[in-house]
């Protein structure tokens, strides 16, 4: 049986420790050694994030469900010497190639249709639907049972939420919000926050700040 990577799991809420269980259920190459969390301690928890020395021999995967977070903490990490991996889960449906993918978690049966670009610290949730040439910034989250459309574009730290829709060649903006059940029929500006059918702004502005 070939040897598993030790894997080093940033963050134990309840992404961290779906993570974890979803290594262990379908059997992946990883062997989980602990999380680290600077709020949460534990059995598993071996130390904080904010003072945690790299191991040379682990590989590290970032687990928050905000963009920005999963950004800023690998990017932190990796100026300590830390080295990312990606997760594909099994169920995952993908002609797009995802094994060379820098920290990203693309989760239970979505679905990635062919030359889609994807960038660094992007999470893709449950049953959500990419289409052809579809291309990805860094940092964005795409909730459960979203749809993108061919040839649309998300910028980085964009969010798409659960049961939206973004049609082809749109492009949301860099750090935008689309709201939950949306059906997004025109370009979204950077740091806008869009809902309904169609989509229309409700509020504007960095909601990091």
């Given at each position: 049986?070939?040897?598993?990577?030790?894997?080093?799991?940033?963050?134990?809420?309840?992404?961290?420790?779906?993570?974890?269980?979803?290594?262990?259920?379908?059997?992946?190459?990883?062997?989980?050694?602990g999380h680290i969390d600077d709020e949460k301690s534990g059995a598993n928890i071996l130390g904080k994030i904010t003072d945690h020395v790299p191991?040379?021999?682990?590989?590290?995967?970032?687990?928050?469900?905000?963009?920005?977070?999963?950004n800023r903490i690998r990017s932190m990490l990796a100026s300590r010497g830390a080295q990312f991996t990606s997760i594909t889960s099994p169920t995952v449906q993908s002609v797009t190639p995802t094994a060379d993918l820098i920290n990203c978690l693309i989760l239970g049966s979505c679905s990635l249709s062919n030359d889609t670009q994807i960038g660094s610290d992007v999470l893709i949730q449950t049953l959500a639907v990419l289409g052809h040439d579809v291309v990805l910034g860094d940092g964005i989250t795409i909730s459960a049972h979203a749809f993108v459309g061919g040839y649309a574009v998300l910028e980085d730290l964009c969010t798409v939420h659960p049961h939206a829709v973004v049609l082809p060649k749109v492009r949301i903006g860099k750090g935008a919000v689309v709201g939950a059940?949306?059906?997004?029929?025109?370009?979204?500006?950077?740091?806008?926050?869009?809902?309904?059918s169609p989509a229309k702004v409700i509020a504007y502005g960095k909601p990091h700040d």
């Open positions: 049986m070939p040897s598993k990577t030790p894997l080093i799991i940033v963050g134990a809420g309840g992404m961290g420790r779906e993570v974890a269980a979803g290594i262990k259920r379908y059997d992946l190459p990883y062997d989980v050694i191991t040379a021999a682990a590989r590290y995967i970032t687990c928050f469900g905000d963009g920005t977070a999963r059940g949306s059906v997004v029929i025109k370009d979204v500006a950077p740091y806008t926050t869009v809902f309904g």
